[in-house]
């Protein structure tokens, strides 16, 4: 199954309004943004579990990231509030579930598979960061590497935002929203940019929130110029 698998365009989902496709597991929905790959695959998702919903314990190869949009998120490892972010690198292994339901962003194989590094993160208790270059704009730092920088950021009011992407973006509106490329965005709104691109965007009335990953879309884009070969 290939779903907006062309990296080198701007792709937009408006997740809020699409219908749940059922999981393989009883009570696991999910709303596809992109995905290369059946049920093994590289996927970015909304993915929602109904109370008491749970998958039997699996090892990811791959790598998963993933931010708890609401409710609670568990796994053996504790339990994962609203806002919580973490990151399961390659070899970890675990049992997810969730006892009263929550919904979750979620992106599989998308890590470097020498990476070990596990983040687990609460965003609701964590610092904003002013940004001098960007008055308009506040930002939680969640990871960074040589390939990519992983945020929340926050954008005042009517603010107009504008940022070079050369190696591509992501976003997910979580709060409020923006106009971008004639289009409005809402919560569970996704845009991806290609590498080479910049984002121009037109803040709400009531500010925005996203989450926002940039600079990864090299390494994608890399990847398959080398498969194509």
């Given at each position: 199954m290939n779903v907006n698998d062309d990296f080198t365009r701007r792709i937009v989902v408006h997740a809020g309004g699409?219908?749940?496709?059922?999981?393989?597991?009883?009570?696991?929905?999910?709303?596809m943004l992109d995905r290369i790959g059946d049920e093994v695959a590289r996927a970015t998702s909304i993915v929602r579990y109904a109370p008491g919903s749970r998958f039997s314990a699996h090892t990811h190869d791959g790598g998963e990231e993933?931010?708890?949009?609401?409710g609670v998120f568990q796994d053996e490892h504790g339990d994962y509030p609203t806002g919580s972010y973490l990151r399961?690198?390659?070899?970890?292994?675990?049992?997810?579930?969730?006892?009263?339901?929550?919904?979750?962003?979620?992106?599989?194989?998308?890590?470097?598979?020498?990476?070990?590094?596990?983040?687990?993160?609460?965003?609701?208790?964590a610092a904003w960061l002013s940004t001098p270059d960007r008055p308009s704009?506040?930002?939680?730092?969640?990871?960074?590497?040589?390939?990519?920088?992983?945020r929340l950021e926050r954008?005042?009011?009517?603010?107009?935002?504008?940022?070079?992407?050369p190696g591509g973006?992501?976003?997910?509106?979580?709060?409020?929203?923006?106009?971008?490329?004639?289009?409005?965005?809402?919560?569970?709104?996704?845009?991806?940019?290609?590498?080479?691109?910049?984002?121009?965007?037109?803040?709400?009335?009531?500010?925005?929130?996203?989450?926002?990953?940039?600079?990864?879309l090299r390494r994608v884009m890399g990847v398959r110029q080398i498969a194509a070969k």
């Open positions: 699409l219908g749940w496709t059922p999981s393989p597991i009883p009570g696991v929905d999910r709303r993933f931010l708890v949009l609401d399961n690198p390659p070899t970890s292994r675990h049992t997810p579930g969730s006892a009263t339901g929550c919904t979750l962003f979620v992106k599989l194989w998308q890590f470097d598979l020498a990476d070990r590094l596990s983040v687990r993160l609460n965003t609701a208790s704009v506040e930002l939680l730092p969640l990871f960074r590497d040589d390939n990519e920088d992983v954008w005042a009011p009517g603010a107009e935002v504008s940022l070079a992407l973006a992501e976003l997910l509106v979580l709060d409020g929203g923006f106009d971008e490329g004639g289009e409005t965005f809402v919560p569970q709104s996704w845009l991806r940019l290609p590498c080479g691109s910049t984002l121009r965007a037109t803040v709400g009335p009531a500010g925005c929130e996203v989450w926002i990953k940039t600079g990864h």
